[in-house]
């Protein structure tokens, strides 16, 4: 679904990406991994086309979108649901209303069939009945939910979820893990691509791994690739240990 050819990228003197080459499969749930700084969404950012590459190829969906203009990566971008770290709901909305909005802006379906498509997705995320409410009087999981009914409300092909649960309880974190396990499974078309440093969430929840580290893949593969390989870093990495060969800047 998303491939990266030989990608570099360069902030002044800093080069975050170095000769990538990614690979994410289509219809699966693929976690890239990696410590803070080492480029995870800056590589998201050169899927949606926020972030220019200095050199290489990145081809999603079939088509190559290195060259795009900003009216193909408008187009282009009805492909993707994010789920950012911060659900950022509009607060003066209903969720109703929140999760109606990028069918409003994007799709000429009638009211009703909109209407009805709302109720369907916050149903998927466990939230049948709050439609009236607005997001302060939601708990951080609800507006979670709700942040995930509105990225999936206009079946993207492509769910990009940048650190989900950093920063929530365990209880929490553990839901929403679950949550995007069963709604990759429900769209079976779609794509999932999970940006995160939780290593036990991925190792539970990934069917693909990729981890970065100095602007490269160290490994990619399924959980179990992981667990078992000798790679000092990715084991170190695994591990969660300061101890090791890998350089922290
Ligand atoms: N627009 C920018 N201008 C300059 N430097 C940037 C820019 N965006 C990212 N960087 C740098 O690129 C590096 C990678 O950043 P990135 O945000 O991708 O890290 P990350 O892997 O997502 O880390 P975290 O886990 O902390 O979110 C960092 O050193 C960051 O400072
Ligand atoms: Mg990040």
Known sequence: MITFQDVSKSFGRHQVLDHLNLHIPKGKITFILGKSGEGKSVTIKHIMGLLKSDRGRIIVDGEDITDFTREQF??????????????????????????????????????????????????????????HKFPSELSTGEKKR???????????????????????????????????????????????????????????????????????????????AFRTTDDPVVRQFFAGKVEGPMEFL
């Open 146 to 224: 709700v942040g995930l009914a509105r990225a999936l409300v206009a079946r993207p092909k492509v769910m990009l979820y940048d650190e989900p649960t950093t920063g929530m309880d365990p209880l929490v974190s553990e839901m929403i893990d679950e949550l995007i396990v069963k709604l990759n499974r429900e769209e079976k078309e779609m794509t999932s691509v999970v940006i995160s440093h939780d290593v036990k969430a991925a190792l539970a929840t990934a069917e693909c791994i990729v981890m970065l580290y100095k602007g490269k893949v160290a490994l990619d593969g399924p959980p179990e």
């Open 74 to 131: 408008t187009t282009y971008r009805r492909k993707f649901g994010m789920l950012f770290q911060h659900a950022a709901l509009f607060d003066s909305l209903t969720v109703g209303e929140n999760v109606l909005f990028p069918l409003r802006e994007h799709t000429k379906m009638s009211l009703p069939d909109m209407l009805k498509r709302v109720e369907e997705v916050l149903t998927q995320v466990g939230l049948p009945h709050i439609q």
